[in-house]
C-alpha cells in the first residue's frame, strides 16, 4: 500500500495543472454545453410529449 501511494504523489508531481485563465475558459465551456445540451433535450421532449398527447387525444 505505501508503495501505491508513493508512486501516485509521484505521477501527481508530473502532472501539468491549468492556470487560473484556463481554468475559467474551460469551466465556461462545460457549462455552455451542459446548458445548450440540457435546452435541446428539454425541447425535444418538450415536443414528444405534445406530439403524444396529441396521438392520445384522437
Do not use: A, Y
Not at 495543472?17 to 433535450?41: A, E, H, Q, Y
Amino acid at each position: 500500500m505505501r508503495k501505491f501511494l508513493e508512486e501516485v504523489l509521484d505521477q501527481l508531481k508530473q502532472v501539468t495543472w491549468p492556470d487560473k485563465n484556463t481554468l475559467f475558459r474551460l469551466t465556461m465551456v462545460v457549462i455552455l454545453v451542459s446548458l445548450t445540451v440540457g435546452v435541446i433535450l428539454g425541447g425535444f421532449d418538450f415536443l414528444l410529449t405534445q406530439g403524444i398527447k396529441v396521438l392520445v387525444r384522437h
